[in-house]
């Protein structure tokens, strides 16, 4: 298989549940990233890691917490969320200073409630 | 900082008739730019993109865009839209002198197109 894949597509979870959202990469690139994208706002950049070291961390809350044990694999682990966190989170990859534009997966369609 | 601006939020086009999406860039360094398409329900993918070599970039599904540095434009157009065009579409900015791609995408422009 190739390309980005995320799992779930969809999930829907209670404020005090804990749960995780995986992305894959097959494309051999070294860079992976976390997007969320709510309504009516631009897409907001929340975590970077390359070569497998988080290299960004825009002021997420905790109660998000990432994984990146390999080059190939990221998750996004959830824990207390709040409605407000309800949106479409992206996964993205890209071969990190060769200006190719990133890989995006489909998303996970969350929904906290 | 880098930023991207993008006229204009929604779109509406007749079936057959020019698409233009207007994307204007701030950056202090030469820039790579690059548009994205969003169907409902997916991720985004890009449609081109554009990295110093020539100033008119084709991309796929006869998107084509020309970066203007004296406008710091980069106008994604298309000639003759059709009704699978219908989607959202993002210009965006990328600085590759950071130890990854961070790239800035603009708020996104809804593209309709009538019948």
């Known amino acids: 298989e190739t390309g980005v894949t995320q799992t779930p597509r969809h999930l829907v979870m209670g404020m005090t549940n804990k749960k995780s959202l995986k992305c894959e990469q097959h494309l051999g690139h070294n860079a992976m990233y976390w997007y969320k994208q709510s309504a009516k706002k631009p897409l907001e950049l929340m975590f970077v890691y390359n070569f497998k070291e988080q290299t960004e961390n825009n002021s997420v809350p905790s109660r998000f917490s990432p994984e990146c044990p390999n080059s190939s694999h990221l998750f996004l682990h959830l824990h207390t969320l709040q409605p407000e966190d309800s949106a479409l989170y992206l996964c993205a990859s890209s071969q990190a200073e060769q200006a190719r534009g990133y890989t995006f997966g489909s998303g996970t369609r969350l929904t906290v409630v | 900082a880098q930023s991207v601006t993008q006229l204009g939020s929604h779109v509406s086009v007749s079936e057959g008739a020019l698409v233009l999406l207007r994307c204007n860039y701030s950056?202090?360094?030469?820039?790579?730019l690059f548009w994205y398409v969003q169907y409902p329900n997916q991720g985004l993918q890009l449609l081109l993109k554009y990295t110093s070599a020539a100033t008119l970039v084709k991309g796929i599904n006869g998107f084509e865009a020309e970066f203007k540095k004296s406008e710091t434009s980069f106008h994604l157009t298309k000639p003759s839209a059709h009704m699978s065009d219908a989607a959202e579409y993002f210009c965006?900015?990328?600085?590759?002198?950071?130890?990854?791609?961070?790239?800035?995408f603009g708020p996104g422009t809804s593209l309709s197109v009538i019948p």
């Open positions: 950056s202090s360094v030469p820039p790579y």
């Open positions: 965006a900015v990328s600085d590759v002198k950071t130890s990854y791609d961070k790239v800035i």
